[in-house]
């Protein structure tokens, strides 16, 4: 008898679970982050009166913090409501199957959730993505996120206007383009908004709830508020820094929509993008590291692409997995990295390094983490 289907049953299971659990990690979100204020508020206690009559103004400040917690814990909310049905390929009951086509589905049972199943550490872990999709929420959606997207988005944007003149390119909801890691949606969203088809593509479960929150469900601009550096107790110039809010969207996402040909896939790169001479172009923002094997990807990019497509990447070279020491990585530098993106049969039209870019910075935070990314244009040739 063949193992296979008890193996497709082991994977859905294992993918339901994993639903479930960010799903958790999204409800018990306010019931974890008041902990650490909690954990101050105990530390207080407990010292000299004279140095809690100190810290007096501090502890005011501690009770505000609460209150942004609920604030984010309304938007958190509304991020996981109806998220059973929101894979269109799914069969959302626990006993149902698997997507097609590659792509990663998943199922869930929202009875009989339970806390006590999962280990304090994993939730922490998870509800600590939580409080980075907040922060991602900021950069991809509001006013305060427009610098790091100047940076980071803009210079992919004007390539793909570049390589696609609207003057010469009368229809283009006939071109292709791929988002591979598009988090939030912000640069798919973007790409689509000058015309273009376009497909985002996203692994976490964290960012595929957020974003189908803001792309489906926030008709308008600044509807919400959310208080994305509640979480960050170090490094504050002021209190009021800490509890900084910012509104978004910054536009009306699911109206302001200009055509339809629009969408997002959930799942592992390499699983989903099978089908090659697909794409005219595929645009990589902080993608390329996420990869245990960084050649897969590029060899993919280059398979999925059709001959003439464009690959147009910005992004450092963090190699998520280095220093994990269950995972396997290899993290080969960047004059490296461009002799197996030639090897593998690219021309590189544009290359320039240094280019100055942030990740979901708290602007006002004493210390900033900037990177010196790459920036590249490559096109797979014509004659093979």
């Not at 958190?76 to 990663?104: L, P, Q, R």
């Not at 803009?154 to 071109?175: A, F, G, M, Q, W």
């Not at 040909?261 to 990589?284: H, I, Q, R």
């Not at 990019?301 to 910005?314: A, D």
């Amino acid at each position: 008898m063949s193992s296979t289907p008890a193996a497709e049953e082991i994977d859905e299971a294992k993918e339901r679970a994993h639903f479930r659990a960010v799903v958790n990690a999204f409800k018990y979100y306010k019931l974890c982050s008041i902990d650490r204020i909690h954990k101050s508020e105990k530390i207080i206690s407990i010292l000299p009166s004279s140095h809690q009559r100190r810290l007096g103004k501090y502890k005011t400040y501690l009770a505000k913090f609460k209150n942004c917690l609920d604030v984010n814990n309304s938007v958190v909310h509304m991020i996981i409501k109806d998220v059973d049905t929101m894979f269109e390929n799914v069969d959302h009951s626990v006993e149902g199957s698997n997507g097609t086509n590659g792509a990663e589905s998943f199922g869930c049972n929202y009875n009989n959730c339970e806390i006590a199943s999962q280990k304090q550490h994993k939730m922490q872990h998870d509800v600590e993505k939580v409080q980075s999709v907040l922060k991602n929420i900021v950069r991809d959606w509001s006013d305060m996120g427009a610098p790091e997207r100047l940076q980071c988005y803009k210079p992919i944007l004007d390539e793909i206007d570049e390589r696609y003149p609207i003057e010469e390119v009368r229809n283009r909801s006939h071109i292709k383009i791929l988002v591979p890691g598009a988090g939030l949606g912000r640069l798919a969203w973007e790409v689509n908004a000058r015309g273009f088809s376009c497909q985002g593509n996203e692994f976490s479960l964290f960012m595929l709830f957020a974003s189908n929150f803001i792309l489906n469900r926030c008709g308008e601009v600044n509807q919400y508020t959310v208080h994305p550096w509640v979480h960050q107790y170090v490094n504050n110039m002021t209190c009021e820094h800490q509890l900084l809010g910012a509104k978004f969207p910054d536009v009306a996402p699911s109206g302001d929509r200009p055509n339809q040909n629009l969408s997002m896939t959930a799942g592992d790169f390499l699983k989903v993008y099978t089908e090659p001479d697909e794409w005219d172009c595929v645009a990589t923002c902080f993608f390329i590291d996420c990869a245990h094997n960084v050649i897969e990807f590029i060899e993919r990019i280059y398979s999925i692409l059709q001959p003439g497509g464009y690959w147009i990447n910005l992004g450092p070279l963090l190699y998520h997995y280095s220093d994990t020491p269950t995972e396997n990585s290899i993290e080969p530098p960047y004059d490296i990295l461009l002799d197996i993106i030639r090897d593998i049969g690219f021309d590189i039209l544009k290359e320039k390094t240094g280019v100055k870019t942030k990740y979901a910075q708290n602007p006002n935070s004493m210390m900033q983490h900037e990177y010196d990314s790459v920036f590249f244009v490559c096109r797979k040739p014509y004659c093979m």
